[in-house]
Every structure is written in structure tokens, then in C-alpha cells.
């Protein structure tokens, strides 16, 4: 965030504004929690939520994302070498107590969405002012998915969040492989196809997770989700003669093609995204690049 500035005009003319973190870190936490779809791509579900355990705690946030995992967001006004350890304590025991989890879902999202939580992956985000340099290390090593997320308030009308690291417990390293092989960590729909379209799948997964640092892949049984805090792509299963690709870059910017491109904003279909990309070859795969790339920076 060094060097980076913020100016909006006033009085027909133009102020700079100087980043600062929040006077208290209820502060963040409201402001979160008021947008947190919008800022994060979670649901929110609870504030200040209490574990019934010996040792007691309250939980910042809870929610849940895209793909349906459960999330638990911590914050910190400035730095604290504690955020991640007290995150991933809560974090734990939420793992061992899903019945709870599943009850909140189901009283406030309904009992579908209870029944599609993705206990695979539970996810805990921090946001705090800063972290250090063995902060991000800690992450990079842990086995849980956790996103470090950086805020900054410019006065009183703009807020930032970047992403300072975001792991999912494995490595964070994008393996280049021949496309003539499946990766071992490639989906196990995956792994099962043969073909002309296993190739083409593989080299998508490839493409979408060498765009830059920071993406991770979420599997679900209708589709994988790649995302890098929030979801940027999500790739249905190979069909018999295409691959569907779903972004989030917004389709009245694109110059759509019947075929390739369509919007489809407000049609239901598995994943996110309102842009949906066809593929049928590899040619179709470069041409969608450029797509993937404004969906990878929206995000």
C-alpha cells in the first residue's frame, strides 16, 4: 500500500487524501459486516457469535461464501501477532461443531443453503492494518485456507482491502505440467475424463491458476471455483463437445459472440458469474484469455 494515494475533486478542485487505519476495530468490523458480499464474497450470518465451550470466546463474524464453505472473519485495528492463532482457534471449533453452523445457516439462509455447506473447505479471513513478514510465512505453511486482507481508510468516504496473502493449506506454487497428462490435484471428475476435452480442461485449470498469485481452487461437485478472496471463474464439468466457463467480468463489456460468449444475468446455472465463456478447442482457449485476465483483476 506504500505510495498509493486517493483524490477526489472538492470544490472544483483536488484534495489528497492520506490512508489511515480505523480509530477503534469495531469500526472495521461494522463496516465489514455491513458490506461483506460486496467487500468479500461472504454471506454475513452472525456478529460477535459466543462458543459454547469451557474456555468461551465470541466469534467476529461468521458467514459464508460463494461456494458455500463456512468462513470466519477476525479483525484487527493494527497489527497483531495473535489474529491468526485466535482465528484458527475459533476456526477449529467450528469444524467440531458443524451441527451449530448448519442450524444458523438453516434459520437465516434456509435449509437448501444449509444443505449445501462446504465442509471441505472453511476458510478464516483476517483483516486487520498490517501483518508481518512472519504472518504471511505462517500461512503459506498452514494446512487451513486462510486469506490475509489489508485495510486502509482514506477519510471518510473511501475504504481499501488488498489481499496481502491467500493459501488454502497447500502450496501456493502453480506446478507447470504437459498438458498430455492430468495434474494429480486436478479435480477427480477430472482425473476420470479422457479426450479431447480432458485436455482441454486441464489446460484451463492450468491457465486460470497461473494468472497471478493468490488463486485458489475450490471444488464442488457441479463445478470448480477459482478465486483469489472472492470467486473469478468457475469451470463446469467437460461436456461431450464444449467446456463452460463462468466469470464475473460484466458481460455489457464484452463484445459478445454467438458460440463463445453470452450473458447470462439472472439464468440460473452451477457457479458464479454472469459472463459465460464456451470452449470447444484450444484456439478458444486463447481467445478467452483476455477474459480471464478482467475477471482475475475485477476480483
Not at 463452460?244 to 450473458?263: I, M
Amino acid at each position: 500500500m506504500s505510495g498509493l494515494k486517493l483524490f477526489h475533486t472538492t470544490n472544483g478542485g483536488v484534495t489528497e487524501v492520506t490512508p489511515c487505519l480505523a480509530d477503534v476495530e469495531a469500526d472495521v468490523q461494522s463496516l465489514i459486516e455491513a458490506h461483506m458480499e460486496t467487500m468479500l464474497g461472504v454471506r454475513f450470518l452472525a456478529s460477535e457469535y459466543v462458543m459454547d465451550c469451557v474456555d468461551g470466546g465470541r466469534i467476529d463474524s461468521l458467514g459464508i461464501d460463494e461456494n458455500g464453505a463456512p468462513v470466519v472473519v477476525e479483525y484487527k485495528r493494527g497489527t497483531d501477532a495473535g489474529v491468526i492463532n485466535q482465528g484458527l482457534y475459533y476456526l477449529s471449533w467450528l469444524t467440531r461443531h458443524r451441527g451449530a453452523f448448519d442450524s444458523l445457516v438453516r434459520d437465516r439462509l434456509g435449509a437448501p443453503t444449509a444443505a449445501q455447506v462446504l465442509w471441505s473447505a472453511p476458510r478464516l479471513i483476517c483483516v486487520a492494518g498490517d501483518y508481518t513478514r512472519y504472518d504471511v510465512h505462517a500461512v503459506r505453511e498452514h494446512r487451513r485456507s486462510i486469506d490475509l486482507v489489508r485495510y486502509r481508510y482514506y477519510g471518510s468516504d473511501h475504504v481499501s482491502l488488498e489481499t496481502v496473502v491467500s493459501a488454502t493449506g497447500k502450496s501456493g506454487v502453480v506446478n507447470r505440467r504437459s498438458r498430455r497428462h492430468t495434474p494429480l490435484d486436478a479435480p477427480q471428475a477430472l482425473q476420470r475424463q479422457t479426450g479431447a476435452m480432458a485436455e482441454l480442461a486441464v489446460a484451463v485449470d492450468e491457465t486460470l491458476r497461473g494468472l497471478g498469485g493468490g488463486v485458489t481452487r475450490v471444488q464442488r461437485k457441479q463445478y470448480a471455483a477459482y478465486q483469489r478472496l472472492r470467486n473469478f471463474a468457475c469451470v463446469i464439468p467437460p461436456q461431450q463437445t464444449k467446456l463452460l466457463v463462468y466469470l464475473k467480468a460484466d458481460p455489457k463489456s464484452v463484445d459478445l459472440r454467438p458460440g463463445f460468449t453470452r450473458d447470462v444475468t439472472g439464468l440460473g446455472h452451477h457457479g458464479t458469474g454472469d459472463l459465460e465463456v464456451q470452449l470447444r478447442t484450444e484456439r478458444d482457449l486463447e481467445r478467452a484469455q483476455k477474459l480471464f485476465r478482467l475477471s482475475y483483476s475485477a476480483a
